[in-house]
Structures are given as structure tokens and as C-alpha cells.
């Protein structure tokens, strides 16, 4: 363009009981989380009112004390941040820019997904930044995210802390929008990456920078803005100044890029906020929503309704945007362990620290040897965002609804 913070998903419990214990009560046992000295994730142990932590191996009142692991599966999530001019503007609602709000933003979600994803962050156009159509650069190479505790606190561990200075010091001056020389230039680190990796593309208009694209008045962005002479295709090099043509919507080229990486197996979800006043018209308002959402589509992300892309027209928007992305790259209501466990029968599954009953309806319910699924309302709570983790324990009978 122009030049409570409750941490929902997944956890693999850190502690592991070393027998089952056995007693004439069978009930299964009650779970507490648990952090050491200096804050860190300890991991899931079982409580009892009137016992210490953790209980003894025998602990009165338990049937059964063995939390199963879940295999570890943390998907790549790789932010990519428009810092165009554009960007300082203010966002709707918001008396912080829309630059302001997308950090705001992404520290929420890494808050309470990062103990689950590795995550890295680039930001265009890049640095040093003469012309304003540099391609970005990464600026946070990919890494695990904070433990789960710092979530729990609502305080930035070390790992968001780094991410997050890192983006303030590209602070938007002016420049443009390098879209697809930005998704080309990552590419290669990209499909590097070990695991599924997703893209977040978060941007506040229709790409553009590309000196060898060539258009019409009606893909001219001084055109649809107004800005000069609507006699004049004013992003002709032939008709106005050398580099008019960087002007032009940049639609077909950030298609391909996002289409290559989704033919290496990478899909790109699209976060768009409100195009710079001063190029808004109804004109470019369609012809920009039209290049987001077939940057959506070639994704593999779009929404089944129109918007395709993720539109976070203000700062609750853009929060619930980067949420449902967060939920949908890092929540499965499908969960392996790393072994089977002694006794099927013997087995119950925990959402946080409350049982959750077996039932195929709404409960929970074998896959394989080593797999249970969240049915119905029990799935539901979990890509709400209401659970924090999912626990199976094992040496106590399965309570079924």
C-alpha cells in the first residue's frame, strides 16, 4: 500500500507415576498443575484433598495414579507481518495503529498457543529500505514456543519477549506492500522446515511493488484512489515516471506465491485489516478484497462465506481472527499416546482438572490401542478455547456416562 489469558489446548503432562496404585475406593484421582522454584511447567500431578503432593504410590481413596503422555506433534506457525506505511494509521475502534494492534495481537495468541507451536515471524518490505518494495526479511527464526506456565501468569516468556522486540524495531516509516516477493524469498527456509507448517499472512491491502508487472487504470492503485488523472493509466511507464508499474495490484504474482507454497504442502491463511483511508474507494475497496480472498482460496484456508480471508475490520476482530487460526493449526480433538496402556478398561480422560466420562456421543471413546477422540460437546469445548489441556490417566475403571 502506501510508501484472562487462558491457555486452551494440548499439554503432555511433564510427571509420569511409576506404578498404579491400587485401593478399595476406586476412584480416580483428582489433577493439579504444578510449576517449580522458577515458575517453570512441572507438569500434571494428582492431588487429593487429604493427601500431599504428589501421593503416595498407595494413597488412600485412589485406584489409580499413571498419566499416559500424548505424543508431542507441535505444528510450525510462521507469521508474516505487513509493515507498509499504511500500517501506522489507526485501527477502527483503536486509538493504537493497526501495526500497534497486530503485535497486541500476536502476543495474545502466543500467549496461549505458544506452548503447542514452533514460531517465527518475518516482516515486509525488508531492511535497509530505499525504495519502500524490498522484499521482507525474517526477523525471528523458528523455535519452540514459551512453557505453558508463563500463559498461565499472563506474562511474556523469553521466546514471545525476543519476537516481539524484534517486530517493534521495524516499526512502519513508508514503503509498500512486496507480497509475493516476500512469500517467493521465504520459500526455501519455508519448505525446509521439518513438520506441518502454516503461514499467517497479515496484511492491511492488496499487494503491489512489482516491477514487472504491468496493468490497466482498473488495477492501478493511484487510479482507484484518485490520485491523478483519470484520462491517464498512471501506472504506465510509458505515459508517467519510470516505476509507476509498482502501483500495480500485484494480484496474479502473490497468487503464484501462495500457490507454490501450497504445492509444498504449506498453507497460508490471510489476515486482512481496513485498507488505507486515503485509497479507499468502492472501486479498490472490491478489487482488494477480491486479491485477499484469492490469496485465501490458493491457501487452502477460505472461509465458506464471503469474506474468504480473515477480515479484522478492528481490534476485536483482528484478536478473534488470529484465535480461530491459532485454534485450527494447533487443536485436535484426535489424541496419540506414546504407549498403550496395561489395561483399556482401566482408563479415564481428564479436560483440565474435571473427569470427562466416556461416551461416544459427547464424551470421549477409543480410536486404536493408542489413540482416544473428543466427540460432541467434549470437542466442541476444546476448539472453543474453554479447556487448557486434555490428560489420560490410566489404572482407575473408565467412568462412562
Not at 497479515?202 to 493511484?222: K, V
Not at 503464484?256 to 509444498?264: C, G, I, T
Not at 485489516?273 to 491457501?299: C, F, M
Request: aromatic share 6%.
Amino acid at each position: 500500500m502506501r510508501f484472562r489469558a487462558v491457555a486452551w489446548l494440548l499439554h503432555s503432562a511433564g510427571w509420569v507415576a511409576a506404578t498404579v496404585a491400587c485401593s478399595s475406593h476406586d476412584r480416580p484421582p483428582l489433577l493439579q498443575w504444578t510449576t517449580d522454584a522458577g515458575g517453570r511447567d512441572s507438569g500434571l500431578t494428582i492431588r487429593d484433598s487429604q493427601t500431599p503432593l504428589p501421593p503416595a504410590l498407595d494413597a488412600p481413596g485412589y485406584c489409580g495414579n499413571q498419566i499416559i503422555e500424548a505424543v508431542q506433534d507441535r505444528p510450525n506457525l510462521y507469521l508474516v507481518l505487513d509493515r507498509s506505511g499504511s500500517m501506522l494509521e489507526a485501527l477502527a475502534g483503536s486509538s493504537l495503529s493497526k501495526y500497534s494492534n497486530a503485535l497486541g495481537a500476536i502476543g495474545n495468541l502466543l500467549r496461549t498457543i505458544g506452548h503447542r507451536v514452533n514460531y517465527a515471524a518475518a516482516a515486509f518490505p525488508g531492511e535497509p529500505n530505499p525504495s519502500g518494495c524490498e522484499p521482507g526479511r525474517e526477523v525471528f527464526s523458528l523455535r519452540p514456543g514459551d512453557p505453558l506456565s508463563y500463559g498461565l501468569s499472563g506474562a511474556n516468556g523469553p521466546a514471545l519477549t525476543e519476537l516481539l522486540s524484534q517486530l517493534q524495531m521495524l516499526w512502519p516509516t513508508d514503503g509498500g506492500t512486496p507480497t509475493s516477493e516476500t512469500l517467493n524469498a521465504l520459500r526455501p527456509e519455508l519448505v525446509s522446515l521439518k513438520g506441518r507448517t502454516s503461514v499467517v499472512l497479515l496484511t492491511d491491502g492488496a499487494p503491489n511493488c512489482n516491477s514487472a508487472a504491468r496493468c490497466t487504470a482498473e488495477q492501478c492503485m493511484p487510479n482507484l484512489a484518485g490520485w491523478c488523472d483519470p484520462a491517464l493509466n498512471c501506472c504506465d511507464p510509458s505515459s508517467v515516471p519510470p516505476g509507476s508499474q509498482l502501483f500495480c495490484v500485484d494480484g496474479d504474482a502473490a497468487e503464484q506465491a501462495v500457490l507454490a507454497l501450497s504445492d509444498a504442502g504449506i498453507q497460508t491463511y490471510v489476515v486482512g485489516l481496513p485498507t488505507s483511508k486515503n485509497e479507499t474507494t468502492i472501486e479498490a475497496s472490491a478489487l482488494y478484497t477480491s486479491v485477499l480472498d484469492r490469496l485465501a482460496i490458493a491457501g487452502g484456508t477460505a472461509k465458506s462465506t464471503s469474506p474468504r480471508y480473515y477480515r479484522a475490520s478492528d481490534t476485536t476482530a483482528l484478536g478473534d481472527a488470529l484465535r480461530a487460526i491459532g485454534v485450527e493449526v494447533a487443536v485436535r480433538c484426535d489424541i496419540a499416546l506414546t504407549a498403550p496402556p496395561p489395561d483399556p478398561t482401566l482408563v479415564n480422560v481428564y479436560l483440565d482438572t474435571a473427569l470427562l466420562e466416556a461416551d461416544p456421543i459427547d464424551g470421549w471413546s477409543w480410536t486404536s490401542a493408542t489413540s482416544v477422540a473428543l466427540r460432541g460437546k467434549a470437542c466442541e469445548r476444546l476448539l472453543a478455547g474453554d479447556v487448557l489441556q486434555v490428560q489420560v490417566v490410566s489404572g482407575c475403571p473408565t467412568v462412562v456416562r
